[in-house]
C-alpha cells in the first residue's frame, strides 16, 4: 500500500482491531494529500521520521503562521497555537520547563506503588463483578482517570463531563466543528478557573506546581498554562486508555495464552510486553493525525529527498515502529528487549512527557490483571467489538471478558 492510499484509505478501512491494520510499507519520503487537499510529505522509515522530529528545519509554530495552508477539516485541541505542542525552541522550552520536572522517571517512579494500589483494587472489583464483565468499565477506563484526577487534585470532578470534553477534543469527524468549538470554550474556562483557583490556594498537586513554576520562571502567558493544564487532563488518561483497550485486544485475541500467563507472573515480563506493544499496535488508524505533522521553515534533505521550504511533512510513526531494517520482520517476540527506541511517544524537543507515566500504568495493569485472570479471554469473538470511532484514537467502547 502506497504512503497516499494509507492517508486516504483510512476512514474506508474496516473495523478490524488496530495491530491488524495494513500499515505503508517503509520507504522514501512520497507526496500524499491530507483530507483538506493540502499535499504533505509522508515519512515511513524509522531514520526519517526520528530526524525530522529532531530536526530544527521541521518546526510546529509553521504550520499555524499566516500563510500556512489547511490542515483538518474540524478544529481539535491540538490546533491551539499557542499551545506548548505548538511552538518550538526557546519559547518550547520555557512552557516545557514549567512542568518537565513532574514526569521525570525518577519522578514517576515515586508514583509507582500508589498507582500499583489503584490497579490491583480495580482488577479486585472486576474480578469480584463476575465472569463475563466489561474490562474497559472496569479496568482501562477508570485507571487512568483515577490517575490523573489523583495527580492533579481533580476529585470530585464529573468524569461523564471530562469524557465529553476529551472526545471533543480529539474529534475527526464524530462531531460538527460548532459542537467542537463549544466544547473546548468549556473546557478551556475549565482550566482557566481551575489555574486560578490553585494558584488563590496552592496544595501539593501537579496544578498548583505548574502554576508556581510558570509564575517563578515568567513568560509563560495564562492562555499557554490553561491549554497547558487541560491538555494533561486529556493527554494523561486518552492515552494509557486507549493503549490499555488495545492491548488487551491484541493480547486476548490471538493465541496469547502463554505469554498472557508470563505476563501475570513476572513483572520485568509485562514491563517488556508493553513495550512492543506500545511499538506495533498504533493509538489510532490515521497517519496524518495532527501532532504527527511538521512544516519545513528551510529546505531540508530527508531520506535522500529534498524538502522544500514551506512543505507539510507527515511523520507515520507506526509504520516506522515496524521498519525492517530497524526491527525483526515476522511474528513478534513480546519479550524481546527493543534494540532502538520507539517512536510511539515522539523524539526530540516534543517526545511525550507523560510517555513514562502511560508505560508505567500500562505494564502494571497488564500484569496485575493477568496474574489474577490467567485464563481470561474476549467474551465474543473481534468483529463483535464495538469501537469509539471518529476520533483521533481508536479503542473499545466495551470490551467484553470472561474467565
Not at 182 to 210: C, H, K, W
Not at 277 to 292: E, K
Amino acid at each position: 500500500m502506497t504512503a497516499a492510499a494509507n492517508i486516504e484509505a483510512s476512514a474506508a478501512q474496516p473495523l478490524v482491531p488496530l495491530h491488524c491494520l495494513l500499515r505503508a510499507q517503509p520507504g522514501p519520503p512520497k507526496l500524499a494529500a491530507l483530507p483538506t487537499g493540502t499535499p504533505v510529505w509522508v515519512l515511513t522509515r524509522h531514520a526519517d521520521v526520528r530526524q525530522a522530529l529532531a530536526h530544527p528545519g521541521f518546526g510546529r509554530a509553521a504550520l499555524y503562521a499566516p500563510d500556512a495552508p489547511p490542515l483538518t477539516l474540524t478544529p481539535n485541541i491540538l490546533d491551539e497555537p499557542s499551545s506548548m505542542l505548538n511552538s518550538d525552541g526557546p519559547d518550547h522550552q520555557l512552557v516545557r520547563r514549567t512542568v518537565q520536572r513532574a514526569f521525570t522517571p525518577r519522578a514517576i517512579e515515586r508514583w509507582r506503588p500508589w498507582v500499583d494500589g489503584v490497579v490491583r483494587e480495580l482488577v479486585d472489583g472486576l474480578v469480584a463483578s463476575g465472569s463475563p464483565a466489561d474490562v474497559v468499565a472496569g479496568l482501562t477506563k477508570p485507571l487512568p482517570v483515577r490517575v490523573i484526577s489523583r495527580l492533579m487534585e481533580l476529585d470530585g470532578l464529573d468524569m461523564d463531563r471530562l469524557g465529553h470534553w476529551s472526545d471533543h477534543a480529539l474529534s475527526t469527524t464524530a462531531y460538527t466543528a460548532e459542537e467542537i468549538r463549544t466544547a473546548l470554550a468549556e473546557f478551556g474556562a475549565f482550566g482557566y478557573e481551575l489555574v486560578q483557583s490553585r494558584r488563590a490556594n496552592p496544595g501539593e498537586d501537579l496544578v498548583s506546581s505548574l502554576v508556581q513554576a510558570a509564575d517563578q520562571t515568567g513568560g509563560v502567558s495564562e492562555v499557554q498554562l490553561t491549554q497547558l493544564t487541560i491538555g494533561l487532563v486529556v493527554a494523561g488518561h486518552e492515552t494509557t486508555m486507549t493503549s490499555f483497550g488495545n492491548a488487551l485486544v491484541y493480547l486476548l485475541d490471538a493465541d496469547h495464552g502463554d505469554a498472557w500467563r508470563r505476563i501475570g507472573a513476572d513483572l520485568s515480563a509485562a514491563t517488556a510486553a508493553t513495550e512492543q506493544i506500545l511499538r506495533t499496535v498504533p493509538l489510532g488508524d490515521r497517519t496524518s493525525a495532527p501532532g504527527q505533522l511538521r512544516r519545513a521553515v528551510t529546505d531540508v534533505e530527508i531520506g535522500g529527498v529534498l524538502i522544500p521550504e514551506g512543505a507539510i511533512i507527515a511523520c507515520d510513526a507506526a509504520a516506522a515502529n515496524l521498519d525492517p531494517d530497524v526491527y525483526p520482520p515476522g511474528p513478534v517476540d513480546l519479550f524481546a528487549p527493543l534494540g532502538t527506541p520507539s517512536l510511539t511517544f515522539g523524539a526530540g524537543p516534543h517526545h511525550c512527557l507523560g510517555a513514562w507515566l502511560a508505560r508505567m500504568e500500562l505494564e502494571l495493569g497488564l500484569h496485575h490483571l493477568a496474574r489474577a485472570l490467567p485464563e481470561l479471554r474476549l467474551a465474543a469473538p473481534v468483529e463483535e467489538i464495538a469501537w469509539r470511532t471518529g476520533l483521533l484514537t481508536r479503542s473499545p467502547l466495551r470490551l467484553e471478558v470472561a474467565w
